[in-house]
Structure formats: structure tokens, C-alpha cells
């Protein structure tokens, strides 16, 4: 899904950032970054890129906070950027699943590792209304995945939508003993 006009000026305004700072930060002009907002040029995806390195590398007090729980939990759960499925933290509990260090995972879409339980439960989001807020959480059953790797072994799972301080939400997975 492309990035949207709107997400772009309620990133940088919730930044406290002025069209001028953010263009040159992409080495465009400012009439760049207004046409992007109001919907009139579309932004490529190596823009789309950068725009979400910038917005992510900005992120609030409270972001961090909630990445430090994560962190810090005693329970199998890691979070998510919900759109694009990049992994944002994970505890030591969770970690110990995996067969690679956290450096090999973090700021990776982990869809490509999904059991065919959890691929299914993902495209049906949209359909339950969970990119709208009408659903916040879900429970589901997972299947394994086989990979050496990441692997997921079958049991139940919570996912829970959260906001994160630039607006968008982000997934957090939580195995369920």
C-alpha cells in the first residue's frame, strides 16, 4: 500500500516538522513534500523508504518506553510495524526461539516466516476491520512453519493493535501458555 498524503503531514506535524526540514532531508523542495500531502505527486517507493527511516528514526519518549517493555518482558512477545511487518522489539523469551541473534530479525518484515495459520489470519484483517480500530485484538491458532531459523511451533497467539506516536500502529504478538 502506498504511503498516503495525509500520513505524511501527520508524521511530521506530530514531529513538530516543517515541510522545508523534511524536503531537505530528502533532498527534494518543500513544493515536493506540499504536492505529496495534498495528494497531487505520488511518492516512489525509495522515497516511501526513507520517509519511514526519518519518521522511525524521530520516534517519541513513549515509543521507546513501549520497546523497553517489549524488551523487558517475561513473556514470549515481540511487536511489529503493522503495515509492514518489520520487527521492532522482541524479549529475551521470545529471542530464545529463534535460531539467529536479534540483529538478524530487527527492522525485517517477519511475514515471510508466517505459518500458513498466521498468513491466513493476516489477510483476513481487513475484512474484520483491524486497520480501521474496529477490532483491537484477536486470538488465533498457529501451525509451524519449519523454518531453522525463525521457528514457530503450533499454539495460540494474542495479537493486539497498538498506536504508536507518529499515528501508526503497530501488532503486538504474544504467545498464549
Not at 521492532?88 to 536479534?102: D, G, K, T, V, Y
Amino acid at each position: 500500500m502506498p504511503i498516503q498524503g495525509s500520513t505524511i503531514r501527520r508524521m511530521r506535524r506530530l514531529r513538530n516538522m516543517k515541510q522545508e526540514h523534511l524536503a531537505e532531508l530528502l533532498s527534494v523542495n518543500q513544493a515536493t513534500v506540499s504536492r505529496w500531502e495534498r495528494g497531487i505527486l505520488p511518492v516512489t517507493a525509495a522515497q516511501a523508504r526513507r520517509l519511514e527511516d526519518i519518521f522511525a528514526s524521530t520516534s517519541s519518549s513513549a515509543d521507546a518506553a513501549l520497546k523497553r517493555l517489549v524488551e523487558d518482558s517475561r513473556r514470549k512477545v515481540h511487536l511489529i510495524c503493522d503495515r509492514t511487518h518489520r520487527l521492532l522489539a522482541a524479549s529475551h523469551a521470545r529471542q530464545s526461539e529463534w535460531r539467529l541473534p536479534l540483529s538478524a530479525f530487527l527492522g525485517k518484515p517477519l511475514l515471510s516466516y508466517a505459518s500458513d495459520e498466521i498468513a491466513a489470519a493476516d489477510r483476513d484483517l481487513v475484512d474484520l476491520g483491524w486497520h480501521d480500530g474496529e477490532v483491537n485484538s484477536l486470538t488465533l491458532e498457529t501451525g509451524t512453519n519449519g523454518n531453522p531459523h525463525l521457528p514457530i511451533v503450533a499454539g495460540q497467539v494474542l495479537w493486539e493493535r497498538i498506536l504508536l506516536a507518529d499515528g501508526s500502529a503497530a501488532r503486538l504478538v504474544t504467545t498464549l501458555d
